[in-house]
């Protein structure tokens, strides 16, 4: 009997161990971006990219490239991610990233291509305390270092960015892990616009020129390929994403110069995998390509697929000050052999967003403020962005896929500064 029952306390003991060891591992592929947890992680267009979208799609750092010079991102404060619970602990993340961009002005070369680099961090910090309301016992660190570089190009309308990240991750969980991965990224985006009719054209002193657009968009990005790691580590989570979205609303050419997106509406669809295929838990193993994503079936005709983690998401933008964004995501079953018929919870989400560029760019419609070279100035060219991205599940009764209780309610928070060209 005390055999039995040392053998449970140990195959216990062994899961949490590896369950934590893989939350640990998180930080290389969650969501990091406010603006994109507020639409559920999808990444709807390049224009409306932010500094720490590359970290899910280095694709979107080769575009962001030919038209920023300088970006930097990150959390002002931790974000308390997970659970809070007393034999979990509580789950603390944040990050941070800057980014260069040189266009073909900066480059002094006529061919269309801009090239961007960039170093990135994300840091996961584990708390288990000891006892409720007593101090935390030890605290499990793991975190993710590493260096992006992205190519964009654009040609007869279509724009084109290519990407790579490569990772850092040490993790002081456990035994601990070191071990070095890649991430590989392709964004492609082709933004249609119109004279709205009867509109002035160019713009003047005492108007705007205005202008319809559309942007489809398609999106794939490979996490952790080609990790490196040690025989008695756990294998990286190799992730795929593929998304396609839709941008439309209403651009002006502003009197000062540059362009104003008076009203924008974006949604987007993306399939998410973890390309660690277990159904022989004898012979565990990494898949290829999109996984278990049909890009045809599961995003464009909506099919369900219980194997894969769907995002929906849409955003609305008024004058580039003030962002609506909102989705929900049903995450897939971790391990198809042990939760076969898991029943997974659906997530909600929604955020919200302030730009300093589209307060500046409202007020240099008046003549008087739009003299002032100085404003006018650093309403092209420069820009603040404060972003705040929620998740959250309606029904706290609802089974978890990770045989926990469910989080609570978790909001990302971003600021990020911007120089334009």
Known sequence: MLKRFAAVCVLVLTYVLLLSSAWAQSVLTMPVSPRAIGRAGVYTSADNADPLAALSNPGLLGILAGHNRLMAAFYPQQTHYGWRDPYYGEYHVSSRVVQLGLNESALHWKLPVSIGIGYHESVLDILFPSDVGHEAEFNPHADSKGFSIGV??????????????????????????????????????????????????????????????????????????????????????????????????????????????????????????????????????YQNGFGDIDPVNDLLLGQSNALITKRTGYEISIGELFYLRGGHYAPARIWRSVHASTDVSRYETDGYGFRLSGCLKALTLLPTVRENRAVSYIAQHLDVQYDAGKTFIRDRNAPSPYGRPLPKDVTFRELAFVFTY
Do not use: C
């Open 152 to 285: 964009g190009a654009h040609y007869a309308g279509i724009e084109l960015g290519l990407g790579f990240n490569e990772k850092k991750y040490t993790s002081m969980w456990g035994h601990g892990e070191r071990f070095t991965s890649s991430d590989y990224g392709v964004f492609v985006q082709a933004p249609w616009h119109t004279r709205l009719p009867y509109a002035p054209e160019p713009a003047t002193a005492e108007g705007l020129a205005w202008t319809a657009f559309l942007t489809p968009s398609a999106a794939y990005s490979l996490l952790n390929a080609g990790s490196r790691y040690g025989p008695n580590q756990e294998m990286p989570e190799r992730t795929a994403r593929q998304s396609f979205a839709l941008a439309t609303g209403i651009n002006a050419r502003h009197p000062a110069g540059g362009e104003w997106r008076v009203l924008s509406l974006e949604g987007g669809i993306e399939g998410e995998d973890l390309l660690i295929d277990d159904s022989d838990v004898s012979h565990i193993r």
